[in-house]
């Protein structure tokens, strides 16, 4: 009830960890991976995903990465602060394998890298954008990668232009130790990497961290010239710093 009082499903912050738009057919999320939802109607209703969050959140009676608020800490961070939820009425339990996961990242810092293109591959034209989350290490190759893009097996140039522009193909956040990723681009595909440090505070950058959590192995339809690489990492920014709008 306090939740609707506030009006907290109407919130910017709600529909940035939701991925919500508003169109001309209503109100959607980006998201497409049914899994991502609590509520049936979760992808186009974000009062019914709100109240079956919270619903979740205090009658899951599963512990570890499988409950509600382990998979979801994102959202019960911002609504224990909006709330005041009372922790001793949530089931017990620990959020293990994500402790794990923070106590390995260690997020202290973030930088958007941006590999250019190249000559021998047509279809790195546009580059490619992704977050480095770095930790204590002054090595930056010992931080992670934060990282977007379509999940195909295509070798066919044409096939993956079509399916690409189409959004015929599932796109997936990862996160890998950032050595790779200077492996791949540099090592292998000689291509120039571009480094430019956010100003984001160490609690900003949790909180993004938190929100990449809750996107893990959930897919969202990858459009080329639209829903690409560089416009899901703003989803990550606003989620760190809700002021920037960065989506918008």
């Given at each position: 009830?306090?939740?609707?009082?506030?009006?907290?499903?109407?919130?910017?912050?709600?529909?940035?960890?939701?991925?919500?738009?508003?169109?001309?057919?209503?109100?959607?999320?980006?998201?497409?991976?049914?899994?991502?939802?609590?509520?049936?109607?979760?992808?186009?209703?974000?009062?019914?995903?709100?109240?079956?969050?919270?619903?979740?959140?205090?009658?899951?009676?599963?512990?570890?990465?499988?409950?509600?608020?382990?998979?979801?800490?994102?959202?019960?961070?911002?609504?224990?602060?909006?709330?005041?939820?009372?922790?001793?009425?949530?089931?017990?339990?620990?959020?293990?394998?994500?402790?794990?996961?923070?106590?390995?990242i260690k997020?202290?810092?973030?930088?958007?890298?941006?590999?250019?293109?190249?000559?021998?591959?047509?279809?790195?034209?546009?580059?490619?954008?992704?977050?480095?989350?770095?930790?204590?290490?002054?090595?930056?190759?010992l931080s992670?990668?934060?990282?977007?893009?379509?999940?195909?097996?295509?070798?066919?140039?044409?096939?993956?232009?079509?399916?690409?522009?189409?959004?015929?193909?599932?796109?997936?956040?990862?996160?890998?130790?950032?050595?790779?990723?200077?492996?791949?681009?540099?090592?292998?595909?000689?291509?120039?990497i571009w480094?430019?440090?956010?100003?984001?505070?160490?609690?900003?950058?949790?909180?993004?961290?938190?929100?990449?959590?809750?996107?893990?192995?959930?897919?969202?339809?990858?459009?080329?010239?639209?829903?690409?690489?560089?416009?899901?990492?703003?989803?990550?920014?606003?989620?760190?710093?809700?002021?920037?709008?960065?989506?918008?």
């Amino acid at each position: 009830r306090l939740a609707y009082q506030k009006r907290l499903h109407e919130d910017p912050y709600w529909w940035i960890l939701l991925h919500y738009q508003s169109g001309l057919f209503g109100v959607q999320s980006l998201i497409d991976d049914p899994q991502f939802f609590l509520s049936h109607e979760g992808k186009e209703n974000p009062r019914a995903e709100l109240e079956a969050t919270l619903r979740a959140f205090f009658q899951d009676d599963t512990t570890g990465a499988g409950s509600a608020l382990c998979r979801f800490i994102a959202r019960y961070t911002w609504l224990k602060d909006k709330l005041s939820i009372d922790e001793s009425q949530l089931p017990a339990g620990e959020c293990l394998e994500y402790e794990k996961a923070m106590e390995l990242i260690k997020p202290r810092s973030a930088t958007l890298i941006f590999p250019a293109a190249y000559m021998n591959n047509p279809a790195s034209m546009f580059g490619h954008t992704l977050i480095n989350i770095e930790g204590p290490s002054p090595s930056k190759l010992l931080s992670h990668a934060v990282n977007y893009s379509a999940f195909t097996r295509e070798t066919n140039g044409i096939v993956f232009a079509v399916k690409g522009i189409g959004g015929l193909y599932k796109g997936y956040f990862s996160i890998l130790p950032y050595y790779e990723k200077v492996q791949q681009y540099n090592d292998i595909s000689h291509r120039d990497i571009w480094e430019y440090r956010l100003n984001l505070s160490e609690e900003e950058v949790r909180r993004m961290v938190m929100h990449i959590w809750e996107l893990q192995r959930i897919y969202s339809y990858y459009y080329f010239f639209g829903e690409n690489c560089s416009y899901n990492l703003l989803y990550l920014l606003d989620a760190a710093r809700p002021s920037l709008k960065m989506v918008d």
